[in-house]
């Protein structure tokens, strides 16, 4: 199906003595949803962040668009067009919506902040997904529900004209009409033409939205598979133990951390 | 997937960042409380206090501990402290002043003319600058806690200062720097040391509210590792606002030797805290994230109307400090019950 955009191959890290990544290879397409799956401390959000550069890898390569990069930082990854949504989020409390959305990267006019600009783009945005709850752009983020906070963290990945969208957790604490927006967005995103990886626990979501699944266990990618060959309860097995039937590793028992 | 929204006709930008925070409701209770003090003084001294003469002291008196709350604001915002200000002030008014004598016939620099006395102003903006520049390095870099840091580098700055001077103050201060900048006036009626104060205030505020390094301030404050997921250069920027300091501490140094004609070694050992009040007073946070420099000014003045007022009233000075740690306190006191009460809402 779709061209892959971002490709990692043997990757590894580590924190000190805890081993975290083993050989990873893991594939975003362009066009399509890769839901990154796996148990609590299975490595997804470090992977993430690696791919982030906010992490740097020990070992392994990357290619983007076919062509092998170097991610030395955040801004490195955006400039490629890489945007992560964060599972802590990453949002700056005492800073406005608008503020949040575009840290890092603001509008200047004649060199200084054009906070007409970014408040417009910003509403447009926020619109555009559908955010009925909050009241004012220029809201401080300390006074927004966990729900909300979800909503501004994803509104500040898609402002941008990216290619690879890796949201990790995005739907964790919201509710169910916001849960629906995101995993409409999920798709939208994927029609769009951008590589987009979701990072969930919930089995139901992952299916509807996703077109591959990829299952990492204790920090090795058991499985990449399309998500129209494997049942629920494998995936299931997958997470939890490293295999299911033939699939996953071989000898998942012998797998240490 | 429905686009309907509540977002109002949303044509007219609301507010910005920075008029919000200009009015921001601790600042302006805070403001309100200089006015009043400023009213409260003319009406019991109706012919000594309200006078152009007491205004004009009163600014002068003000200027330095203004410019070294322009570099604290940031400081403070970043949710860092400098400890330091004082003593780096005398280090480079000492480097500056030595620096003047060393260019003078007999090492008597009274009456030196302008290019030993831009000499002499370098010299003072360089030695405040390696003094931030290691304050920031030490705290960026090394991740030493700036508490401890500027500490160090206030002991360390004025023991330098007295080791190079042996203690005795530089005396000898070039005749047309104190009659320019030290008392001169311009525009009639604006002292000119006054006058440097209110342009690095302004480009103080400038640069904390209009740019994206004063952006980037807040957002350091707020969440340095948000701050840095967002690409910016945290480190970088940390030693930026401590360098930023140390060259405004310089400054001060030199507007010091300029209005007292001398180093005034043993002068400045409570600037830092006095910097620290007045930024704290004016509002901003020492958890960071939060402040103005509206706020930093209106706090250096509260203290500076207090001293003032109770000289002209014939009032022990040193009600001073009391006072002003009295209304410190209800400040900040002021401010989290109106947070909560935020909070509650
Ligand atoms: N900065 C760090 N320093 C040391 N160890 C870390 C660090 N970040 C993650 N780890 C460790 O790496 C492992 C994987 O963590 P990670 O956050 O990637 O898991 P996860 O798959 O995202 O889990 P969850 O589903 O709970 O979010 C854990 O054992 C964790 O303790
Ligand atoms: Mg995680």
């Given at each position: ?257 | ?32 409380v200089l006015v009043g003090l400023y009213l409260g003084f003319s009406v019991l001294a109706p012919s000594a206090f309200p006078t152009l003469f007491n205004f004009q002291t009163l600014l002068i008196e003000a ?126 009626v ?111 003045f509260i203290p500076a109307v207090l001293t003032k007022g109770f000289v002209i009233l014939g009032v022990q000075p040193?009600w001073q400090?009391?006072a002003v ?21």
């Amino acid at each position: 199906m779709g061209e892959p955009i971002l490709e990692l191959r043997g990757v590894n890290k580590s924190f000190g003595p805890v081993h975290v990544l083993h050989d990873v290879d893991f594939t975003v397409r362009a066009g399509e949803v890769t839901a990154l799956v796996g148990d609590n401390g299975a490595g997804k959000s470090t992977l993430v962040k690696c791919i982030a550069g906010i992490h740097s890898m020990d070992s392994g390569e990357v290619r983007f668009a076919g062509s092998p990069v170097h991610v030395h930082g955040p801004r490195e990854a955006a400039a490629l067009g890489i945007e992560v949504v964060y599972q802590d989020l990453a949002l700056c409390d005492n800073l406005d919506i608008v503020q949040n959305m575009f840290l890092g990267r603001e509008q200047l006019r004649g060199g200084l902040l054009d906070e007409a600009e970014m408040e417009r783009k910003a509403r447009q945005t926020l619109a555009s997904l559908s955010v009925r709850t909050v009241k004012s752009v220029r809201t401080l983020v300390s006074a927004l529900s966990g729900g909300q906070r979800q909503t501004v963290a994803i509104a500040k990945a898609v402002l941008w004209e990216s290619r690879v969208v890796l949201l990790d957790e995005p739907t964790a604490a919201l509710g169910v009409a916001q849960t629906r927006q995101v995993l409409d967005l999920v798709r939208r995103l994927a029609e769009q033409g951008l590589g987009v990886v979701l990072i969930s626990h919930n089995m139901a979501d992952v299916f509807e939205v996703a077109d591959r699944i990829a299952t990492l266990y204790l920090g090795r990618m058991v499985a990449e598979l399309p998500a129209k060959e494997v049942t629920h309860s494998q995936v299931v097995e997958l997470i939890t133990a490293g295999r299911s039937g033939d699939l996953g590793m071989a000898r998942p028992e012998a797998a240490t951390v | 997937m429905s686009t309907s929204t509540v977002e109002a006709p949303a044509t007219r930008p609301e507010r910005t960042g920075f008029g919000r925070r200009l009015v921001s409701a601790n600042t302006f209770w805070i403001g309100l409380v200089l006015v009043g003090l400023y009213l409260g003084f003319s009406v019991l001294a109706p012919s000594a206090f309200p006078t152009l003469f007491n205004f004009q002291t009163l600014l002068i008196e003000a200027s330095v501990l203004l410019v070294l709350s322009v570099g604290m604001t940031f400081v403070i915002i970043t949710s860092g402290i400098d400890l330091s200000v004082g003593s780096v002030l005398v280090f480079a008014g000492v480097v500056g002043a030595k620096a003047m004598e060393a260019l003078s016939p007999g090492h008597d620099a009274t009456s030196a003319g302008w290019g030993v006395i831009a000499v002499g102003l370098v010299a003072a903006l360089t030695g405040g600058a390696v003094w931030g520049l290691a304050n920031g390095l030490l705290i960026a870099r090394a991740k030493i806690p700036p508490l401890i840091v500027t500490l160090g580098s206030f002991g360390a700055a004025l023991g330098v200062a007295e080791l190079v001077t042996a203690g005795v103050d530089v005396r000898t201060v070039p005749q047309a720097l104190r009659r320019t900048l030290g008392y001169g006036t311009s525009f009639v009626v604006v002292p000119n040391l006054v006058l440097v104060a209110v342009v690095v205030t302004v480009l103080g505020g400038w640069l904390l509210h209009t740019t994206r390094f004063g952006r980037y301030t807040y957002a350091v404050g707020s969440n340095a590792e948000a701050a840095r997921r967002s690409g910016i250069g945290v480190t970088r920027h940390l030693v930026l606002v401590y360098l930023i300091t140390g060259l405004l501490a310089g400054l001060g140094g030199f507007m010091s030797l300029a209005y007292y004609g001398t180093t005034t070694i043993s002068g400045h050992s409570t600037d830092n805290l006095n910097v620290i009040a007045a930024v704290v007073l004016g509002g901003t946070s020492l958890f960071g994230g939060v402040g103005s420099m509206l706020g930093s000014v209106i706090g250096v003045f509260i203290p500076a109307v207090l001293t003032k007022g109770f000289v002209i009233l014939g009032v022990q000075p040193f009600w001073q400090p009391v006072a002003v740690s009295a209304v410190l306190v209800a400040a900040v006191w002021f401010d989290q019950r109106r947070r909560r009460t935020q909070d509650r809402r």
